[in-house]
């Protein structure tokens, strides 16, 4: 067989962090937008070789191995690595052929009985051809020890007949709608191929949470909501879950017609963190379906951790705004799921929240949200001002894209607004738009 051209094109990434493990992954692709051919790949297995180490020059590795890279899984790598120290920092990389990929940095959770504080990242809806990823190029630099992707990774848009100003400024790999396994997996290629967003996977460990354009806009449950038939729908959701895990550091692969999303990380005394999956398990005014919904309340009712955080896609507090009724395709649009959660949590709740291209802060009475804006989706037309004072519970607007830099310890829980000025090109400096501290489930500011 012929050998291999470099295959670490994609870059290295990890994910779904315990206090003993984490996920490491990688994929193969020599020509990761091939039309035809899956990655540009020979159709057979490889065994990938990795290596973790305490030290980015790996003079000490503590554990390596061999994993498969299976073509029916377009040649993704998932380590399930266990046995290690709690809060730890470790390096790991990938070679197969002669090839070795780029270094990683990853991070174990503390142990059940840490106070040690967490600092995390928190992003959102990064849309390709709104933009370039400085946004992620930032949040890189800071070195988080987690990383929370709260939804749309990818979108699954077509390039217009007819875009409009500045929302096509860098061009997909197609001008179709993903639809099919192929097609999303080009789509993610495509993302992955910008070295800020590698950049970002290789500075720490990941917990992504999808929202709906990682299968299509606005969708809910099985129901196509686009004229085709459900058959048609359920296949490419499928399709749509399949390449999302074979893009991502996650645990679990899927099974039938789904994808196990919604998760508990314990990050010892000092944070419980949910992860909610909006999305998948919808029914008529249940947001969050039966059996997640008892999950979620069994977790809240009985975390004894400083703080419980929700971590989700949608806005989750009530919003009105001027001219137009609230969002539908929001909390807002089911009331008595989210009256369940506020009445499961015993204050000290956190919700994180993505999805409307803005940046929001909102008390909740129990708790309080953080809203990230977008790392590039375009934001929309909002009356900031308006909305703000229609709203008295909702305490912050920004217009900018950015990400949220948290730091949660025994005593406190902050937040730092961070926002570029532009992303229609390379090279914008981030600032710090304001910074929040929560004090008796009130928001304090902490930048004036």
């Given at each position: 067989?012929?050998k291999?051209?470099?295959p ?12 003993d493990?984490v ?9 990761p937008?091939?039309a035809?051919?899956?990655g540009g ?6 065994s ?15 554990q390596?191995g ?8 377009a040649?993704?790598v998932?380590v399930?690595?266990?046995g ?7 390096f790991?990389?990938?070679s197969v ?7 990683g ?8 009985d840490?106070?040690?504080?967490i600092?995390i ?22 070195r988080p ?11 699954e ?13 860098r061009?997909?790999e ?13 789509r ?15 500075a720490?460990p990941?917990i ?5 354009h990682e ?8 129901l ?10 359920v ?11 074979e ?6 692969r899927?099974?039938?017609n ?5 998760r ?15 999305r998948?398990?919808r ?5 969050l379906?039966t ?7 069994t ?5 004894t ?5 929700l971590a989700?896609?949608?806005f989750?507090?009530p919003?009105k705004?001027?001219l137009e ?17 506020l ?6 709740l956190?919700?994180?929240?993505g ?7 909102a008390?909740?009475?129990n708790g309080?949200e953080?809203?990230?804006?977008s790392?590039t ?5 909002t009356?900031g001002?308006?909305?703000l ?18 730091t949660a310890?025994m ?17 914008a400096?981030v ?13 304090q500011?902490t930048?004036?």
């Amino acid at each position: 067989m012929a050998k291999l051209g470099f295959p670490f094109t994609l870059g290295v990434a990890s994910g779904e962090p315990s206090a003993d493990g984490v996920i490491l992954w990688t994929r193969l692709a020599v020509e990761p937008l091939h039309a035809s051919k899956t990655g540009g790949m020979p159709n057979q297995a490889f065994s990938v070789k990795w290596e973790l180490a305490e030290d980015a020059a790996f003079s000490r590795i503590v554990q390596s191995g061999a994993a498969p890279a299976q073509p029916d899984w377009a040649h993704s790598v998932h380590v399930r690595v266990s046995g290690l120290r709690a809060w730890t920092e470790y390096f790991y990389r990938f070679s197969v052929d002669g090839h070795t990929s780029p270094v990683g940095r990853t991070k174990t959770a503390p142990g059940p009985d840490s106070t040690e504080p967490i600092r995390i990242g928190v992003i959102s809806c990064q849309r390709y051809e709104h933009g370039f990823f400085t946004v992620l190029k930032h949040l890189a630099a800071e070195r988080p020890d987690v990383i929370f992707h709260l939804g749309d990774y990818v979108y699954e848009y077509g390039k217009p007949a007819n875009p409009q100003p500045g929302r096509y400024l860098r061009p997909l790999e197609s001008t179709e709608e993903c639809k099919t396994l192929a097609a999303y997996r080009r789509r993610y290629a495509r993302y992955q191929l910008d070295k800020d967003l590698q950049a970002a996977h290789a500075a720490a460990p990941w917990i992504a949470m999808p929202d709906d354009h990682e299968v299509r806009d606005n969708y809910a449950g099985l129901l196509p909501g686009d004229g085709s038939s459900q058959a048609a729908f359920v296949k490419r959701r499928n399709a749509a879950y399949k390449a999302y895990y074979e893009h991502l550091p996650l645990r679990v692969r899927p099974v039938g017609n789904n994808l196990q999303f919604y998760r508990w990380r314990p990050y010892g005394k000092v944070a419980d963190f949910l992860f909610v999956d909006a999305r998948q398990y919808r029914s008529g005014r249940n947001m969050l379906g039966t059996e997640q919904q008892e999950w979620l309340t069994t977790r809240l009712t009985a975390s004894t951790a400083r703080w419980k955080v929700l971590a989700q896609p949608l806005f989750f507090a009530p919003r009105k705004f001027p001219l137009e009724p609230p969002s539908a395709d929001a909390w807002d649009g089911f009331p008595d799921s989210r009256a369940k959660v506020l009445a499961a949590a015993t204050g000290d709740l956190v919700v994180l929240s993505g999805d409307v291209h803005n940046a929001w802060a909102a008390e909740l009475g129990n708790g309080v949200e953080f809203v990230t804006s977008s790392v590039t989706s375009r934001p929309p037309s909002t009356d900031g001002s308006a909305t703000l004072a229609l709203n008295p519970h909702l305490k912050y607007f920004d217009g900018r894209r950015g990400y949220l830099m948290v730091t949660a310890s025994m005593t406190d829980f902050t937040v730092d607004y961070r926002a570029v000025a532009f992303v229609d090109q390379p090279g914008a400096p981030v600032v710090t738009a304001a910074g929040f501290r929560v004090l008796n489930n009130k928001l304090q500011r902490t930048d004036l």
